[in-house]
């Protein structure tokens, strides 16, 4: 008896360590699995950025530093050509305000009814539409652009074109909706339920609660959304290269044509020669972008970080 139960313990042992040696190896693999993923995707972005850079900076052999960034005509293809980067970021600027200008408070506000105010059914269905929204291809937007929303413009500010910033400014504006209102509908619905019934207990209305306790607890999340709206608007291509006119100037207002840099590099690199000082100032237009939006994303981490902070 006792050998039989010792051939059992010794057995129990043996296969208790083989689900451990298998249970180790399933972790190892999946670690180094995804270590190697993680540095795959660091060392394909390097790349990237290197290659982005080192066609660039080619450009400054031509063409000045100063002349590049605040030269104020963009004609690479004339007799002598011009590389001013200065109108296609003001349109890109004009472009990008204007869709917050438009998207930020229509966003937060759908998102606050969606949270707090709508009914079940009702909240159900606006979330369907947002989806659709998103799923929207920026072409579509674009076609619809051309068709409708530019003789809206035309017609109503009494233009000899609709093809104007803020038609690109409306457009892109949809397209950011949908990321705005579901990021910060999730970060106020996030919100621990104690926030709302303690308001409303001490005495406070539910737009009072709205207001003062909730918008400001979920100010983080909404941050957050507004930026990721912003970096979709200022990244957009093809809707505001359809809606825009395409004018490389520096726009006065938001009824004149503009032309923005992500407009600019998928238009002329089709027709660009390769290595050709064209080439590079595309290239380089894209640098200036890069930095743009990094600031961007780095203007958001200290907001947000702040937020964090205040919130501790």
């Known amino acids: 008896m006792r050998e039989a139960t010792v051939k059992v313990k010794e057995m129990k042992h043996e296969k208790s360590l083989k689900k451990g040696i298998k249970h180790r190896l399933g972790e190892f693999f999946i670690e180094n699995v995804i270590m190697f993923m993680g540095v795959t995707s660091v060392v394909i972005v390097a790349l990237i950025f290197f290659f982005l850079f080192r066609s660039g900076v ?74 659709f929204l998103s799923a929207i291809p920026s072409v579509v937007l674009g076609f619809l652009g051309i068709v409708v929303l530019s003789n809206w413009v035309r017609i109503t500010f009494s233009l000899s074109s609709g093809f104007t910033v803020l038609t690109g400014s409306i457009l892109v504006s949809l397209m950011a909706l949908p ?109 200036v972008l890069l930095f743009m939006t990094t600031t961007i994303n780095l203007i958001a981490d200290a907001v947000l970080s702040k937020a964090k902070r205040e919130g501790m």
Request: proline residues 5%.
């Open 58 to 131: 080619m450009l400054f052999k031509d063409v000045t530093l100063k002349e590049f960034l605040f030269g104020r005509s963009w004609f690479p293809i004339s007799v002598n050509p011009q590389y001013g980067i200065l109108p296609l970021v003001a349109g890109s600027l004009m472009v990008t305000l204007g869709a917050i200008f438009i998207s930020v408070p229509i966003g937060i506000g759908c998102a606050i009814y969606i949270a707090e105010v709508a009914p079940p059914k009702i909240k159900t269905g606006l979330k369907v539409i947002i989806e």
């Open 179 to 287: 990321t705005i209102i579901s990021i910060s509908d999730d970060a106020i619905s996030a919100l621990p339920k104690e926030y709302k019934e303690a308001s409303l207990a001490l005495g406070a209305t539910k737009w009072e609660t709205i207001k003062h306790v909730l918008v400001p607890a979920a100010s983080s999340g909404i941050i957050a959304a507004v930026m990721l709206g912003v970096g979709r608007a200022i990244g957009e291509t093809m809707t505001v290269m359809m809606v825009t006119g395409n004018a490389a100037q520096i726009p006065d207002s938001f009824l004149v044509s503009g032309r923005t840099m992500t407009a600019t590099i998928a238009a002329e690199m089709g027709d660009t020669v390769r290595n050709g000082t064209h080439y590079h100032a595309l290239f380089a237009v894209g640098i």
